[in-house]
C-alpha cells in the first residue's frame, strides 16, 4: 500500500477481516458480511521509530496490546467501498504521523506589558483601599 513517495506498507502487515454491519438496512444487513475492520501490525512494520510513535498517539483506542491498529469501515453498503475507506482512513492516520509537531517556543511578556498589568494592579489595589473605612488602616 503506496502511503507518498518515499512511504509504502507492505501488504503482508495487512489484514482485513469481513463482519456483519450493525445498523438498519432491512434483511440485507443480516446476511451480508460488509463491513471491514483493517487490521495493521505496526510493531513488524519498518516505519521510522519517530513516525510510529506518533502513529500509536494518533490512533488512541484502535490501538491493540499487541501494537495492532484496528481500523473499522461499516459505513457503506459495499464491502469493496468499505474496503476502500478503512484503506483511507489508514493512509490519512500514516499521513498525520509523517509531520512532527512544531517544537514549542518559550515566550515571555513584554517589559512594557508587565509593567502595565502592575500598574493596573496597583490602581485597583488603591481604589479597594479607598472603600474601607479610615479607622480600619490603623
Do not use: C, W, Y
Not at 483506542?61 to 457503506?76: F, H, K, P, Q, Y
Amino acid at each position: 500500500m503506496r502511503i507518498n513517495d518515499t512511504i509504502t506498507i507492505d501488504e503482508s502487515l495487512l489484514e482485513e477481516r469481513f463482519l456483519r454491519a450493525s445498523g438498519p438496512g432491512g434483511q440485507h444487513v443480516n446476511k451480508t458480511e460488509s463491513a471491514v475492520q483493517l487490521r495493521f501490525d505496526l510493531v513488524r512494520s519498518d516505519l521510522d521509530a519517530g513516525i510510529k510513535q506518533r502513529l500509536v498517539r494518533l490512533a488512541g483506542s484502535r490501538m491493540t496490546r499487541e501494537g495492532v491498529l484496528v481500523i473499522r469501515a461499516d459505513n457503506a453498503r459495499s464491502q469493496d467501498r468499505n474496503r476502500t475507506l478503512a484503506r483511507e482512513r489508514l493512509r490519512s492516520l500514516v499521513e498525520q504521523a509523517l509531520t512532527p509537531p512544531k517544537p514549542r517556543k518559550k515566550s515571555r511578556p513584554s517589559l512594557s506589558s508587565i509593567r502595565k498589568q502592575k500598574e493596573a494592579k496597583a490602581r485597583r489595589s488603591s481604589t479597594k483601599a479607598m472603600r474601607q473605612r479610615p479607622d480600619a488602616h490603623d
